[in-house]
């Protein structure tokens, strides 16, 4: 089946730790995402990688960090200087370059902080 | 700053409602708008619009864009149970990598 997997669906983190989030991606496609979504406010860019070990930031990059070593994953560390982490993160991948790119989703990891 | 702002932020109806979500835009170097559907965890593709006056259409989902007034309208007609979910909308501007930029999403409840 090929998709976008995240792990874990659920995280709970204890203040001052940092955590990673998994983004799995077998469909082939160049670019992958990382956004962050809070009630009322929609998806908010994180990160974005268009090519192997490249990656640019978002509009709220602070406090994160994200590697992309393979083209197929691109985990995303919330460190502990995000001032408020407590929100549901979500991957996404396109094939990238084009217009008419369309991006697509995983299912999500709800992170909380205890 | 790119802005993309859908309304009604909620909304409640009945089985066999006809809904129109709306969405405004404001992205520098427009080049398309998406609508998804997020019903729990992933949103799921919906439409891409970059044509102004071309309804695209999926069974009882229609979409819209007018790009001389910057926006889009989702209707669905004969509402069903499963249509409760919340849909997104998202613009996208002239960037080599085509950012999205999302509105704050409508959260559409039916009701049997």
């Known amino acids: 089946d090929g998709g976008i997997t995240q792990s874990p669906k659920y995280l709970f983190r204890k203040e001052g730790q940092n955590v990673t989030l998994s983004c799995e991606q077998n469909l082939n496609h160049d670019a992958m995402y990382w956004y962050r979504q809070d009630p009322g406010q929609g998806l908010r860019l994180i990160y974005y990688?268009?090519?192997?070990?490249?990656?640019q930031k978002g509009d709220i990059a602070e406090g994160y960090s994200v590697s992309r070593e393979k083209k197929e994953s691109f985990p995303l560390t919330v460190t502990s200087a995000q001032k408020n982490p407590t929100a549901f993160y979500l991957c996404?991948?396109?094939?990238?370059?084009?217009?008419?790119?369309?991006?697509?989703f995983g299912p999500g990891t709800r992170l909380t902080v205890l | 700053e790119d802005k993309v702002v859908q309304s009604p932020l909620s909304l409640v109806v009945h089985e066999g409602d006809t809904v129109t979500l709306n969405c405004s835009y404001e992205?520098?170097?427009?080049?398309?708008l998406l609508w998804y559907k997020q019903e729990k965890k992933a949103p799921t593709f919906l439409f891409m619009l970059t044509s102004s006056g071309i309804e695209k259409k999926s069974g009882r989902l229609s979409s819209i864009l007018d790009k001389k007034e910057l926006f889009s309208i989702l209707n669905i007609t004969a509402t069903q149970t499963g249509d409760s979910a919340i849909y997104l909308c998202?613009?996208?501007?002239?960037?080599?990598?085509?950012?999205?930029?999302f509105g704050q999403g409508t959260i559409l409840t039916v009701h049997p």
């Open positions: 996404a991948s396109s094939m990238g370059g084009a217009s008419t790119d369309t991006q697509y």
């Open positions: 990688s268009q090519i192997v070990n490249d990656f």
């Open positions: 998202a613009g996208r501007g002239g960037t080599s990598y085509g950012k999205l930029t």
């Open positions: 992205v520098t170097n427009f080049r398309s």
